[in-house]
């Protein structure tokens, strides 16, 4: 059984840093592409960044410069270091695995 759990969120001023992170297990890690989705109140889920396998990383336009998406394969986790946060960046964040796999969520609140 795949589980996703997502750590790191929490609340912090505009232009302060956060780094989540997702622990997988229940499925080799290292064989799946990942992806940070996020989910504010009343919006549909976005992509925020994804990475694949190889880890090749995409980005929204939204949080190039100033977001990282990374990997760890030896630890199953997958990381996002968010920089320069800004009070938009507020939503739940979820972890994603492919082909169908998603983690509860954490909250990111950036205040202005």
């Known amino acids: 059984q795949v589980q996703l759990v997502e750590s790191g969120g929490g609340l912090v001023q505009a232009g302060g840093s956060l780094r989540l992170s997702c622990a997988a297990s229940?499925?080799?890690?290292?064989?799946?592409?990942m992806a940070w989705y996020h989910q504010a109140p009343g919006k549909q889920r976005e992509l925020v960044a994804a990475?694949?396998?190889?880890?090749?990383?995409t980005y929204a336009d939204s949080v190039k410069g100033r977001f990282t998406i990374s990997r760890d394969n030896a630890k199953n986790t997958m990381y996002l270091q968010m920089n320069s946060l800004k009070p938009e960046d507020t939503a739940v964040y979820y972890c994603?695995?492919?082909?169908?796999?998603w983690g509860q969520g954490t909250q990111v609140t950036v205040s202005s």
């Open positions: 994603f695995m492919s082909p169908t796999y």
């Open positions: 229940g499925r080799i890690f290292r064989f799946n592409d």
């Open positions: 990475i694949t396998r190889g880890g090749i990383a």
